[in-house]
């Protein structure tokens, strides 16, 4: 666990830049870290715990936070050419487990979660 000072100087380095990487209840500092997340906790109001730097976001050409991406390519040799020929969005990032090509939000295959993503062995889903 970090120390408050830790926090502070942490947040400091990335102000206005905290997307929540744990939105759904019950967020745990080993469940925010196998995300490839930051934890620190705070008592400031609507300021998660868990959250990665959000211009990692701004760097991909969509609308689709990073903690929300589905895997467009699971299949192993996944490529740029491979992933936007099945109309989705390739778009690397330094979140460990976070998929490179999703689909886009509003593709033509009304792709949607119906379920919470599940930890497995070789990754989410």
């Not at 925010?32 to 959250?51: I, K």
């Not at 701004?58 to 390519?73: E, F, G, L, Y």
């Not at 992933?83 to 295959?109: H, L, M, Q, R």
């Amino acid at each position: 666990m970090r120390t408050p000072r830790a926090c502070q100087l942490l947040r400091a380095a990335v102000p206005f830049h905290q997307r929540d990487c744990h939105p759904e209840p019950g967020a745990t500092e080993a469940a925010c870290r196998s995300r490839g997340c930051r934890w620190c906790e705070t008592s400031s109001l609507n300021v998660p715990f868990c959250f990665y730097d959000s211009t990692e976001d701004a760097a991909c050409p969509s609308d689709v936070p990073i903690q929300k991406r589905i895997d467009c390519h699971p299949q192993p040799g996944a490529s740029k050419e491979k992933c936007e020929a099945k109309g989705c969005i390739w778009c690397s990032t330094k979140v460990p487990n976070a998929p490179w090509c999703y689909f886009p939000a509003n593709d033509p295959y009304g792709y949607f979660a119906t379920e919470k993503p599940q930890k497995t062995s070789k990754g989410w889903r």
